[in-house]
């Protein structure tokens, strides 16, 4: 079984071809630092322009890439949503065309299943599992018990976590993309320097929230405009960075406690999405996991980041269970992951 996935939820175009064995035999990404940078982040307009004047070529390099042709493929998947809605518009649109000429199955993708179901494209692993997904735009802990079978234990009351790392990076001018700016500074800084909050530390639930220490970080910025040396610019971000990983840890004690409370023999942590790409954060976390007693997984750093290798294997994941889609099936900017997958059918 093999599935070309295309993934262009924000600013990566990215298309992928993987097997059923967990062979990635392609895996395409075009990212758009340099359209995006001069504005600091991502502008929705200028990222769907860029996937629809690059994404044909994409496909095409993909599939010469695996050295193999349509007829050889099982299905077509996309990224159907959350996202930039016209990022997305342009992903599935260019999958319902290739289904329409190749009479594959359309498989519809939520971009954060794909981020969840990664670590199974990495290794062999047996449901149930606990991912914790950290991403520009989502922060989120899910109990997976299989395709389809999500539930969130915890999400963000307010920023996401990557969305706090880059406007923290762009509050102190560390250029874009800000998250692993921030983080290459931080290698140079002292994380007890500044005495930052931890929100939601010692709370009962597993919410997260980053507002306030991002608004912690341009209280001390203000504070002390124009005299911030590159020494104390390295120090703020590496503390902000270990506050951020405190947070984490503490909500991670809680999750894990929970998951452990309904499915005694599930024994795997997982992260997931463009902040788990984050060594600090990994390592952290990885120490507290194994403190826990559980196993501790993050896919490779190139598919931590939007991928269509992610999106390919959700595919295959969705194909052998024979959920596939409607070409009439709707582009969503939000869908929660533990929504009804629906129009799905076998």
């Known amino acids: 079984m093999r599935v070309l996935g295309i993934e262009s939820s924000c600013d990566e175009t990215a298309v992928a071809i993987v097997d059923s064995d967990r062979q990635i035999l392609s895996n395409q990404v075009l990212s758009q630092f340099t359209e995006h940078e001069e504005y600091g982040g991502v502008v929705p307009e200028i990222a769907a322009r860029s996937h629809l004047s690059h994404i044909d070529h994409l496909v095409n390099k993909a599939i010469a890439e695996a050295r193999i042709d349509f007829r050889d493929l099982s299905g077509i998947a996309a990224t159907a949503g959350p996202g930039l809605i016209g990022g997305v518009l342009v992903g599935m649109m260019t999958a319902k065309g290739l289904s329409i000429a190749t009479g594959l199955p359309f498989i519809a993708i939520n971009h954060m299943e794909g981020h969840a179901l990664t670590a199974r494209l990495t290794e062999p692993l047996d449901f149930p599992y606990l991912a914790l997904l950290i991403s520009g735009g989502h922060s989120q802990f899910v109990s997976i018990t299989g395709i389809s079978k999500y539930s969130i234990l915890g999400t963000t009351i307010d920023d996401a976590v990557g969305e706090a790392f880059d406007k923290t990076a762009k509050l102190l001018n560390l250029g874009f993309p800000g998250g692993p700016a921030l983080e290459e500074t931080a290698k140079f800084g002292d994380p007890a320097r500044f005495a930052l909050p931890r929100p939601m530390l010692g709370r009962p639930n597993c919410d997260l929230s980053f507002s306030g220490l991002k608004t912690a970080?341009?209280?001390?910025?203000?504070?002390?405009?124009?005299?911030?040396?590159?020494?104390?610019?390295?120090?703020?971000?590496?503390?902000?960075?270990?506050?951020?990983?405190?947070?984490?840890?503490?909500?991670?004690?809680?999750?894990?406690?929970?998951?452990?409370?309904?499915?005694?023999t599930g024994n795997t942590f997982v992260i997931g999405g463009g902040v788990a790409a984050n060594e600090y954060i990994r390592k952290r976390l990885k120490n507290?996991?194994?403190?826990?007693?559980?196993?501790?997984?993050?896919?490779?750093?190139?598919?931590?980041?939007?991928?269509?290798?992610?999106?390919?294997w959700a595919g295959i994941e969705r194909l052998r269970l024979g959920f596939i889609n409607k070409l009439n099936f709707p582009a969503r900017p939000r869908w929660p992951l533990d929504a009804p997958h629906s129009d799905a059918h076998s």
Do not use: W
């Open 217 to 264: 970080v341009r209280n001390i910025a203000e504070k002390h405009r124009g005299q911030l040396d590159n020494e104390a610019i390295s120090d703020l971000a590496a503390s902000f960075q270990n506050a951020v990983a405190d947070c984490l840890i503490d909500r991670c004690t809680k999750a894990l406690g929970y998951f452990r409370s309904a499915h005694p």
């Open 288 to 312: 507290c996991v194994h403190g826990l007693g559980f196993r501790f997984i993050a896919p490779p750093t190139n598919l931590c980041g939007d991928n269509g290798a992610m999106i390919a």
